[in-house]
């Protein structure tokens, strides 16, 4: 096995005192892809100029990028993000005017009260309030869906997720994740409504910093040209049974 996503630095040979120092990747035996070289070439071409790769529009917070990426789902990616930072920055700034009117008969002990719980406030500023989204019913939402196509589905489905992740943790939060193992995330996730394996594996990577690969049919296909994946994996009706194969962040060679 090897872990396609592990990063480090990549064996090459250099001429020592030579005025041009050429890179050489290292031997590969006939019929065996060097993964880490293919790795490479990749992060090259997709490296932007911070130096970071890029996230595809994934927010930070779990809840927000599970959202965002049911959103995408049978759309077009930019589409759904112009959406979802539309119906994320209202909801926001809803959410700070409510704190607003809560604060604004405190006395002013609570405000000298120093440092004590102010970065727990001022993260919470830029946390939207989801609860008023679903609250407003499925057919509403499904007005503001309307534009990405299926929108009463999107509706339906974001709205039971949202519901069942109140009901398990009390509050809208997918916070108690990051204490949890990988493959108790995975199981959760994969047990809401309309969340699919690789949505579930995206959140993980994107949001939970495991190390897991997402693949879709498209990932699929290329592996399995690699020789990575076997041929009858190159199929589309075979993407579920190859994205179990890679859950666990590890590749076979056959």
Excluded at 15 to 35: C, I
Excluded at 78 to 85: G, H, K, T
Excluded at 158 to 175: N, P, V, W, Y
Aim: charged share 30%.
């Amino acid at each position: 096995t090897i872990r396609l996503y592990q990063t480090r630095r990549f064996d090459c040979r250099m001429t020592p005192n030579a005025k041009t120092q050429k890179w050489v990747p290292r031997f590969s035996a006939p019929g065996k892809p060097d993964l880490f070289y293919v790795n490479q070439i990749l992060s090259v071409m997709w490296t932007g100029p911070d130096g970071k790769l890029p996230r595809l529009g994934n927010p930070d917070d779990p809840l927000d990028d599970l959202i965002y990426l049911m959103l995408t789902r049978r759309g077009h990616i930019e589409q759904a993000r112009v959406v979802f930072e539309s119906i994320r920055a209202r909801l926001t700034l809803r959410a700070a005017r409510s704190r607003t009117r809560r604060n604004s008969g405190q006395s002013d002990r609570r405000r000298k009260g120093g440092d004590s719980g102010e970065g727990g406030r001022r993260a919470s500023c830029n946390k939207p309030d989801w609860t008023a989204f679903i609250d407003q019913g499925v057919a509403t939402m499904a007005r503001e869906l309307d534009c990405l196509g299926l929108g009463r589905t999107r509706a339906r489905e974001i709205h039971a997720t949202l519901s069942e992740i109140r009901s398990r943790f009390g509050r809208l939060t997918l916070d108690p994740l990051r204490r949890w193992n990988s493959k108790k995330c995975l199981e959760f996730l994969c047990s809401l409504p309309g969340v699919s394996l690789k949505t579930a594996a995206c959140v993980m990577l994107y949001t939970l910093g495991r190390r897991i690969f997402p693949a879709d049919v498209h990932c699929n296909r290329v592996l399995a040209r690699l020789g990575v994946l076997p041929r009858r994996y190159e199929r589309q009706d075979r993407h579920k049974k190859a994205q179990r194969l890679l859950l666990d962040g590890r590749i076979w060679f056959w």
